[in-house]
């Protein structure tokens, strides 16, 4: 990597600027990327997937790192051209434009691996849900969103941040925020800091109809998080619903823990 240019000069190069319909913000300085990487990591050979590597300043930094093979997944083709200079023609690394919200991940790579990305803005908090309820699990996701959405998935109950994003996520897996950017860190700067997640699934999880059930339940009680759960829940049970699951119907969502939301999800009929 070190015989590369800098990432400035290679979109200058190319002459590409960030696109604000694909919520693109790069991040350009590679001790912050090595930074990232060293949090997510080590990787100890296994395969490591980025969603929208945009000008390649995380990608670089992981193929410094210990991972095995890395898959770089890009909506925007003016980048594909840019990242095949990365290639160093050893098979290591994959290049696949698409879009991440509909590739599936278990045709990229063969047993465990971890995801790294600097989300786009715009898509991060569906992808997370995606990785952490669909049929693909990763090892662990190092991933950088908003300041605002980090702490919605980290939130504890009665957190100002506490809501339906918080329980899902906190249901199959743990998270911390490890690292906070200020806006002046990316090009062009967003209007919001930023944080990076790191959210390990836990070995044992509740089953896909357990947490279908679980976000049909998160959604009507954060839907209208104002109200108590008899009335929010109305639709799927009420009151009835929160006595089944040993829940006090006059109680709201936010201060309900994952237990708790869990039990009305398996009180669901």
């Known amino acids: 990597m070190t015989d590369l240019p800098s990432l400035r000069e290679t979109l200058d190069a190319h002459g590409l600027l960030a696109k604000k319909s694909f919520g693109q913000h790069f991040l350009l300085d590679l001790n912050v990327t090595r930074k990232i990487v060293r949090y997510a990591g080590p990787f100890e050979g296994r395969a ?14 992981i193929l410094e790192s210990d991972a095995g093979k890395v898959v770089l997944v890009e909506k925007d083709p003016r980048f594909i051209p840019l990242l095949s200079e990365l290639d160093d023609g050893s098979g290591r690394l994959t290049i696949v434009e698409g879009d991440a919200l509909k590739v599936r991940e278990t045709e990229l790579v063969e047993g465990p691996a971890h995801l790294v990305s600097n989300l786009p803005y715009n898509v991060g908090t569906p992808l997370l849900i995606k990785w952490l309820t669909g049929p693909w699990t990763p090892c662990a996701l190092t991933l950088m969103f908003q300041k605002e959405v980090a702490e919605r998935v980290v939130a504890a109950p009665g957190d100002d941040a506490y809501g339906r994003l918080a329980v899902i996520t906190q249901a199959v897996a743990d998270a911390r925020i490890v690292m906070h950017l200020p806006a002046a860190a990316f090009t062009p700067p967003p209007k919001v800091a930023s944080a990076v997640v790191h959210v390990v699934p836990r070995a044992e999880r509740p089953s896909p109809e357990r947490l279908k059930k679980l976000e049909r339940v998160t959604a ?21 619903l929160c006595e089944a699951a040993g829940i006090e119907p006059d109680a709201r969502a936010e201060v309900i823990d994952i237990a708790g939301f869990l039990r009305l999800a398996d009180a669901l009929k």
Request: hydrophobic share 40%; aromatic share 2%.
């Open 48 to 61: 490591v997937i980025e969603v929208g590597p945009g000008p390649g300043g995380l990608t670089r930094a």
């Open 220 to 240: 009507a009680a954060f839907g209208q998080r104002r109200k108590m759960l008899r009335s929010s829940l109305k639709q799927l049970g009420g009151a009835a």
